[in-house]
């Protein structure tokens, strides 16, 4: 199950930038942010036997792929966060990856505008 934080532009400004000093400054970026959202997730996740909170994967970006994300492999990570029926009841959904990534973009937000600091400074050089 994954769910996606896209920050306008991001990959558009990495993928043309040729320094690598900017481009390492964004990849670190995505991926403070992306901790950020797992760090809130682990939270937000419902915990009945905590093996959806444990599953949990952070994949780093990289110099090669400038795409960080957190998600979850287990099957059911899905039908939690979306909703299922269980015979004839209608479960509800627990949408714990979107509540993260809504309670983490003021930090993101944050995280990127130094960033945009940081990067103007290099450039101005």
Known sequence: ??????ID?????????GRL??????IDSANQAVAEVKKRALVE?????????K??????????RPTAEVYTDKEYAVPVHE???AGPTRVKSNPWMQR?????????????EKTGDKVAKLIVK
């Open 21 to 26: 000093d900017v481009k390492s400054e964004f």
């Open 100 to 112: 993260a990534v809504d309670k983490s973009s003021g930090k993101v937000n944050k995280i990127f």
């Open 55 to 64: 599953s949990h994967i952070l994949s780093p970006a990289t110099m090669f």
């Open 45 to 53: 996740v419902p915990v009945d036997t905590s093996m959806l909170q």
């Open 1 to 6: 199950m994954r769910v996606t934080m896209k």
């Open 9 to 17: 532009g991001l990959d558009d400004i990495i993928k043309n930038l």
């Open 83 to 85: 909703g299922h029926k």
